[in-house]
């Protein structure tokens, strides 16, 4: 990954190619297993949960590297100030250019659409529908809205 070989491409002729890495594309559970942090981190920010709109800065292998140097650190205090752990290297630790904070990119199916759609829409619904009508009716709407649902027909072979 730093020194260029000659590779002959479809044209026929031949190049100097510099080998890297691209995305890495991975659900969360593996997200925080190959980034080494706490789960409920985010693998490429340290931008706490409840204030993600906020400036923060990224994670990344450099800044990893310089909380392991500094030796101020326990690993308790990396596990609740920055959310890495410390027993547990990232197997790109020693690629000379590759860090896996950038390479890491969302699981689209997972994080973003069940993320945004499952976790955040449909408990907010929920909470209007009982915030602006009785419990009672809110349950009511709720069980029309499931049994409209539950009536869809099934997409076999999708």
Not at 1 to 23: I, T
Not at 89 to 115: C, E, M, S, W, Y
Request: glycine share 4%.
């Amino acid at each position: 990954m730093s020194k260029p070989e000659v590779a002959r491409f479809s044209d026929s002729h031949y190049r100097r190619v510099v080998y890297g890495l691209g995305p890495y594309i991975a659900d969360y559970e593996e997200q925080v297993l190959l980034t080494s942090i706490v789960r409920r981190w985010c693998p490429r920010c340290l931008a706490p949960r409840q204030s993600l709109d906020d400036d923060a800065l990224c994670q990344c292998e450099a800044h990893r590297e310089a909380l392991f140097e500094e030796d101020t650190f326990s690993s308790t205090v990396l596990w609740s100030e920055f959310g890495i752990v410390g027993e547990v290297v990232p197997f790109t630790n020693d690629f000379t250019r590759a860090d896996i904070h950038q390479l890491i990119a969302p699981d689209l199916l997972h994080q973003i659409i069940k993320g945004c759609f499952k976790d955040h829409l449909v408990t907010w619904v929920e909470k209007y529908l009982h915030h602006v009508h009785r419990k009672r009716e809110a349950e009511c709407i709720m069980d029309d809205i499931d049994q409209c649902l539950a009536a869809a027909v099934p997409f076999t072979g999708l």
